[in-house]
């Protein structure tokens, strides 16, 4: 149980790490950091299409990622 729990945290890590790099920037360099938030503040754009479907899957593997990491501090413990 516990190699198998290792072995899908590793495979999980890779695949978030997958996720984050094939994600498009969010903001230009210092002046994205201070308008960036107004836009999405106020500008209520919605990301659209494979940003949107990458976004997805990073939320829910990052999530898997907590989960199978506490399992196995339980085990573990």
Do not use: C, N, P, W
């Not at 899908?8 to 984050?20: E, G, H, P, S, W």
């Not at 994205?32 to 754009?45: C, N, P």
């Not at 939320?59 to 085990?75: D, E, N, R």
């Amino acid at each position: 149980m516990y190699g198998t729990l290792v072995t899908l945290l590793i495979i999980d890590a890779i695949i978030m790490i997958v996720l984050v790099l094939l994600q498009s920037g969010k903001s230009a360099g210092l002046s994205g950091a201070i308008s960036g938030g107004a836009e999405q503040l106020f500008g209520k754009q919605k990301a659209r299409g494979i940003d949107a479907v990458l976004h997805r899957a990073t939320i829910v593997v990052g999530i898997l990622f907590f989960v199978i990491t506490f399992a196995l501090g339980y085990i573990v413990q």
